[in-house]
């Protein structure tokens, strides 16, 4: 499985304004005993499905972009078993995405965590590196920037990521401010739902492609 030390970028910022229009393409997706429900721009194409006993992950590329070039994706994770861990959420977060090895202007910040419903709660986490060192990841690129916004969902069996990642120039202090990332967030996804059924309004569609389906 792919492992990302998730993080980006700049020329975003402009238009992360109030009310956009919600992405075209739904996506409705089982992960563990769970179902998201989120929007994408029509621009990205999910990826095959990865796993193993402990992750599902869930990438979308930009059209025309590879795993090596990527300047934006998409990426879905569901962490099994992590949300029973007696670790804070906080600490969660910085073990899973921490940029070690970033060479300037690299952390984790990680919000306030909101009760959902039960014992469903949500976080919102920035990744940022300056510079990376260029082996972070397959496809990491040496001297980029990057910085990633994440909601972090968890309840208490599991751990569930839904991720947007920017990829470009280096920087000196990261360029999307913590206080942008719920709009950010909203404005590439849209609400984002993780249902306790399919039955549940809102996860009621059919999965855009069984290739998404993320097991129990």
Known sequence: MRKRALL???PFLAGAGASPPLPPNHIVMPLFSRVFDFRTQDVFVAQPLQRNEQQVL???LQKGETFDNWTRLVTVRGFRGLGASPMTTRDIAARLFDPKGCLKAGGVAVGPEQTIAGPLRRSTV???CGRSPGNAYAGDKAGGGEQDIMYLFRDDTHVYTLQYAMRGASFDAPPIDPAKAGAILNEQFGPVLLCATAEQPGCQEAMIT????GGK
């Open 210 to 213: 069984t290739a998404l389906h």
């Open 8 to 10: 980006l970028l700049l």
């Open 126 to 128: 920035i990744i940022s």
């Open 58 to 60: 869930v990438e979308f």
